[in-house]
C-alpha cells in the first residue's frame, strides 16, 4: 500500500485548507443572476456535494490505513464546504436549496451497493463530470459571483480525481 502516498494526500488536503481559510469567502455582497436552468443545475450540484460522506468514511476506516481514511475525511470536508458555497451562491441569486433530488438518491444508492473500490469507481464518474459542469460554469457565465465560485470549487476538483486514481491502484 502506498502509505507516504495518502500521507502526502492528507498534508495537500490541509494545505488545501489553510489556503482556503486564508483566502477567505467570495463576496457575498455580491447578487446572483443566471438562467433559470443554470439555477436549477446548481441546485442539483449543490444536493451531491452536501452527502455526509459517513459510508465512504466508513469504508476507508476498515482499509486499513490510517494516513488513507484522514485524507478521506478531508475530502469529504471539501465536498461540504463545495455545498456550503453552492448554498451561499444560491441564496445570492434569490434560490432556495432543494431538500432532495431522485438524481442524487440513485446515485447514493449505486455508490454503496458494493465495497469501497466500487464506490470510488462510481464516486469519479460524479468528480469527472463534475470538473466539466465547473469549468463551464466559471467560463460560461458573466456573473462574477458564479464564476468566482465555480474556479474555487473547480480547483479542489481537479486534485480529487488523482486522489481517488491512486487508492484504486494500491
Not at 51 to 76: P, Q, T
Request: one cysteine or more.
Amino acid at each position: 500500500m502506498h502509505t507516504d502516498g495518502f500521507a502526502k494526500w492528507t498534508r495537500g488536503f490541509e494545505d488545501e485548507r489553510e489556503r482556503r481559510r486564508a483566502q477567505g469567502d467570495p463576496d457575498w455582497g455580491r447578487s446572483a443572476a443566471l438562467d433559470p436552468a443554470v439555477w436549477a443545475s446548481v441546485q442539483r450540484f449543490q444536493i451531491g456535494e452536501d452527502g455526509d460522506g459517513a459510508n465512504l468514511i466508513g469504508k476507508a476506516d476498515e482499509a486499513g490505513d490510517a494516513d488513507y481514511a484522514r485524507a478521506v475525511r478531508l475530502f469529504v470536508a471539501e465536498e461540504h464546504n463545495h455545498a456550503r458555497l453552492l448554498a451561499r451562491l444560491l441564496a445570492a441569486g434569490g434560490m432556495p436549496t432543494l431538500t432532495g433530488h431522485w438524481s442524487d438518491t440513485a446515485f447514493v444508492r449505486l455508490r454503496r451497493l458494493m465495497g469501497l473500490r466500487m464506490e470510488l469507481l462510481v464516486l469519479m464518474i460524479a468528480e469527472v463530470v463534475a470538473l466539466r459542469y465547473y469549468r463551464a460554469l466559471r467560463d460560461g457565465t458573466d456573473d462574477s459571483l458564479t464564476s468566482d465560485v465555480a474556479g474555487r470549487i473547480l480547483s479542489d476538483e481537479e486534485r480529487h480525481i488523482p486522489f481517488h486514481c491512486e487508492r484504486l491502484h494500491a
